[in-house]
Nanobody
Framework: QVQLVESGGGLVQPGGSLRLSCKAS????????MGWYRQAPGNQRELVAR???????NYADSVKGRFTISRDNAKNTVYLQMNSLKPEDTAVYYC?????????????????WGQGTQVTVSS
């Protein structure tokens, strides 16, 4: 069974910073990519940032220059450093991972999601 456990959300003032973490655990054979999505009330879930196993990254235009995604392959963990936060960044942030999980015989590749962590930017 695969688990994605997120941490680091909270309440921050505009202009402040937060760092989200997401650790993947379970019978993981390969991690192809990990990323962060967010969903604000009344909105669809949208991609925030994504990083592949080779280190390639892509970001939503709205967060470029403010957010940085990184990963620690040895720890199966992805991070999202969020700086210069704005009220419009308020949302539930979800970790996503594109994984191949075991056993080796019959391994499958699938998308997995964390439970979400609330980020609120408000004065």
């Amino acid at each position: 069974q695969v688990q994605l456990v997120e941490s680091g959300g909270g309440l921050v003032q505009p202009g402040g910073s937060l760092r989200l973490s997401c650790k993947a655990s379970g019978n993981i054979l390969n991690i192809y990519a990990m990323g962060w999505y967010r969903q604000a009330p009344g909105n669809q879930r949208e991609l925030v940032a994504r990083i592949t196993s080779s280190g390639s990254t892509n970001y939503a235009d709205s967060v470029k220059g403010r957010f940085t995604i990184s990963r620690d392959n040895a720890k199966n963990t992805v991070y999202l450093q969020m700086n210069s936060l704005k009220p419009e960044d308020t949302a539930v942030y979800y970790c996503n991972a594109d994984l191949r999980v075991g056993p080796i015989v019959g391994a499958v590749r699938n998308d997995y999601w964390g439970q979400g962590t609330q980020v609120t930017v408000s004065s």
